[in-house]
Every structure is written in structure tokens, then in C-alpha cells.
């Protein structure tokens, strides 16, 4: 199976601030797909098809890669933001995600 | 509007099976090109995808539970169903359904099972 190692595994940032996290694939995947999961909450889409914003999420969001290497932006941080960001790729069976990267607000 | 519900037991005992639904309103079960998911999500945040049941009940388990799980479905009542057997307390974890096309994009509150004597 496809392992995906995302980085950080925790990192915060201030309102404003610009977060990049990756997520980097054991072999090559056509494309990744990027969740937001809040405290309490299921896991939520943002991004498909490796930079696609799914509908309802703000355009600061972005996502980009190709290959083994992808990552997702967030361009201006804000509270709301504040998250557990998870990659997966279903390339190859069985799908697989990433161990997730919790975003904290400084 | 889809929604997905999940339901079942707080409390397993070691050895015996996990039972889980996943009860769908909004949305048909048999609705061409749909796959019928469960994942679950470990203390510690880790996310497993554990098999679907498609629009037209072929099924697809991962690998690694492959001899422990079964995916079935009722049609008439919109629901499809978890049954993880022989269980340990490495399959406490909250359980979600979801739906795929090209993406997981509606999934159910999740259902915390706790496996414990």
C-alpha cells in the first residue's frame, strides 16, 4: 500500500500567518485529496484532484503537487482554521491517509 | 441533502464482533456510481479506510482486515453494515461511514466503540 508521510505532525501559526503542510507519497499518485477535521467533528473535504477547492471552502485554501510530493496552503491564517489536516490518495488500493498535521492558532 | 448515520454499540468485549450501521437518508444506497464506505479513526488520530459496498453490492475490504471484516447492506431500508470479528482492544476507534465518488465527501458523525473486558 501507498504510505503518505505528511510534515509537520504539529505546527501553529498567527492570524495572518502563511501555513504550508506536506504530504509526501511512497510511490507516485495522479492525485491527492486534502480533509479538515475539527475537534468533535467528522472529517470535512477541501481540496480534490490535488488543487481543486471543494465547494464552500474559502479561496485562501490552496493545493498543489504532482508525483510523490504535494502540499496544502492555507495563504492567511485565521482562528477558524485551527484543525487536524489530513492527505489521502486513492491511486492505488487500498486508499490510505496521511497521519495528519495539527494546525494550532499562536 | 445527504446524511449519513451511524449507530452501534459503545462497549465490545474482546473476541466478539463489532457490529456497526450506517443508516443513509438523501441519498440511494443502489445510486450509480456511489461506494459505501467505512473508516475509523484510532486514539491518536490515525485514519484507516476498512472497505466499501458499492451501488450495486460488489464489495472491496482492505487487505489488512480482510479475514475479520464483512460489509453488507439492506437496500429497502437505505442502510449498509459493519461487522468486524474476532475484535481487540487495537480495534477501539471511532467509526465512520462515508460516501465516494471521486472523493469521501459526505461522512457520518462517527460512532466511538471502545473494546475492553
Known amino acids: 500500500e501507498i504510505v503518505l508521510t505528511q510534515s509537520p505532525t504539529t505546527t501553529a501559526a498567527s492570524p495572518g500567518e502563511k501555513v504550508t503542510i506536506t504530504c509526501l507519497a511512497s510511490s507516485s499518485v495522479s492525485n491527492m485529496y486534502w480533509y479538515q477535521q475539527k475537534s468533535g467533528a467528522s472529517p470535512k473535504l477541501l481540496i480534490y484532484?490535488?488543487?481543486s477547492l471543494a465547494s464552500g471552502v474559502p479561496d485562501r485554501f490552496s493545493g498543489s503537487g504532482s508525483g510523490t510530493s504535494y502540499s496544502l496552503t492555507i495563504n492567511t491564517m485565521e482562528a477558524e482554521d485551527a484543525a487536524t489536516y489530513y492527505c489521502?490518495?486513492?491511486?492505488?488500493?487500498?486508499?490510505?491517509f496521511g497521519a495528519g498535521t495539527k494546525l494550532e492558532l499562536k | 441533502q445527504v446524511n449519513l448515520q451511524e449507530s452501534g454499540p459503545g462497549l465490545v468485549k474482546p473476541s466478539q464482533p463489532l457490529s456497526v450501521t450506517c443508516s443513509v437518508t438523501?441519498?440511494?444506497?443502489?445510486?450509480?456510481?456511489?461506494?459505501w464506505n467505512w473508516i475509523r479513526k484510532f486514539p491518536g488520530n490515525k485514519l484507516e479506510w476498512m472497505g466499501y459496498?458499492?451501488?450495486?453490492?460488489?464489495?472491496y475490504y482492505n487487505p489488512s482486515l480482510k479475514s475479520r471484516i464483512s460489509i453488507t447492506r439492506d437496500t429497502s431500508k437505505n442502510q449498509f453494515f459493519l461487522q468486524l470479528n474476532t475484535v481487540t482492544t487495537e480495534d477501539t476507534a471511532v467509526y465512520y461511514c462515508a460516501r465516494y465518488t471521486y472523493y469521501f465527501d459526505y461522512w457520518g458523525q462517527g460512532v466511538m466503540v471502545t473494546v475492553s473486558s
Open positions: 459496498i458499492s451501488y450495486d453490492g460488489s464489495i
Open positions: 484532484s490535488t488543487s
Open positions: 438523501g441519498y440511494s444506497i443502489t445510486t450509480s456510481y456511489y461506494y
Open positions: 489521502q490518495q486513492w491511486s492505488s488500493n487500498p486508499p490510505t
